[in-house]
């Protein structure tokens, strides 16, 4: 017969933090923040583009089916 295992019970500390050092964190997430808004704008031309040009093609073969369906008519 198995025994079930024992837990272990640990108070957690709760760390005391500055005004400073909330300031430092708080301007550490807006910097990183600031970096994933840059990158977000750019992977956002990036797909207008992407799209833009699937537009093109679809508009393209779309036009192309419909030229070679009166021909063969």
Do not use: G, N, Y
């Given at each position: 017969?198995?025994?079930?295992?024992?837990?272990?019970?640990?108070?957690?500390?709760?760390?005391?933090?500055?005004?400073?050092?909330?300031?430092r964190?708080?301007?550490?997430?807006?910097?990183?923040?600031?970096?994933?808004?840059?990158?977000l704008?750019?992977w956002?031309?990036?797909?207008?583009?992407?799209?833009?040009?699937?537009?093109?093609?679809?508009?393209?073969?779309?036009?192309?089916?419909?030229?070679?369906?009166?021909?063969?008519?």
């Amino acid at each position: 017969m198995t025994t079930p295992r024992r837990r272990i019970i640990r108070s957690h500390a709760i760390p005391t933090t500055t005004d400073q050092e909330r300031q430092r964190s708080v301007q550490r997430l807006r910097a990183r923040l600031d970096c994933e808004r840059v990158s977000l704008a750019r992977w956002q031309t990036r797909m207008r583009r992407a799209f833009t040009a699937v537009m093109k093609h679809q508009t393209r073969i779309a036009r192309l089916e419909r030229q070679i369906a009166r021909q063969e008519d």
